[in-house]
């Protein structure tokens, strides 16, 4: 079955570490985004990219990275600078061009320890 | 600015008692409005898409309207099953990006 597949499902960070949060999809799609839900906000969105090699920055960018060397992968990393990185990590992807919805990935929680 | 505001913020109800979630926005030329089910720990899961004023969407308990202004899902005669946090989204002219509203937590007693 096609689909988004977030690991791991929980994640531990210690001060001052960087962690990568992965997100792979079946589904073709061309678009991906990664969302931050915190508890009372909405998603907040860090970073999308419409294509390979291509991204381009959200709302809240700062304190993360991310890449996009395969249509099927686009990972994520929480960096040190990241002040306040505990949060509930959504990936997400689209067919692209047009009105469409997006299809979630199960999420990554992370906590800082 | 694009804007999504959904009420109310959390809404309990007993079984069988039916009742409306409020999706307001306000976007520059609407390309789609989208509603989402979104369970504790989990991610959101499709539910709907609407395009236009006027349109309506059904599936099982639940029925999406849209307006110029707002959407309503509404939900008739709810079993505790549907207990969820139900998330409303816009997409613009420009961009294939969605914004998200709060949403609205659903607490449904047998």
């Known amino acids: 079955d096609g689909g988004i597949t977030q690991s791991p499902k929980y994640l531990f960070r210690k001060e001052g570490q960087n962690v990568t949060l992965s997100c792979e999809q079946n589904?073709?799609?061309?678009?991906m985004y990664w969302y931050r839900q915190d508890p009372g906000q909405g998603l907040r969105l860090i970073y999308y990219?419409?294509?390979?090699?291509?991204?381009q920055k959200g709302d809240i960018a700062e304190g993360y990275s991310v890449s996009r060397e395969k249509k099927e992968s686009f990972p994520l990393t929480v960096t040190s600078a990241q002040k306040n990185p505990t949060a509930f990590y959504l990936c997400?992807?689209?067919?692209?061009?047009?009105?469409?919805?997006?299809?979630f990935g199960s999420g990554t929680r992370l906590t800082v320890v | 600015e694009d804007q999504v505001t959904q009420s109310p913020e959390a809404l309990r109800l007993q079984e069988g008692e039916s009742s409306s979630l409020n999706c307001s926005y306000t976007?520059?030329?609407?390309?789609?409005l989208f509603w989402y089910r979104q369970d504790p720990g989990k991610g959101p899961e499709f539910l709907f898409t609407?395009?236009?004023a006027g349109e309506e969407k059904e599936k099982e308990r639940l029925k999406a309207t849209l307006t110029k202004k707002e959407s309503f899902l509404h939900i008739t005669a709810p079993k505790p099953e549907d207990s969820a946090t139900y998330l409303c989204?816009?997409?613009?002219?420009?961009?294939?990006?969605?914004?998200f509203g709060t949403g609205t937590r659903l607490q449904v007693f047998p």
């Open positions: 589904l073709n799609h061309d678009a």
């Open positions: 609407l395009y236009s």
């Open positions: 976007v520059s030329g609407l390309r789609g």
């Open positions: 997400a992807s689209s067919p692209g061009q047009g009105n469409h919805g997006y299809t």
């Open positions: 989204a816009v997409q613009g002219p420009y961009t294939d990006k969605l914004i």
């Open positions: 990219s419409q294509i390979v090699n291509d991204f």
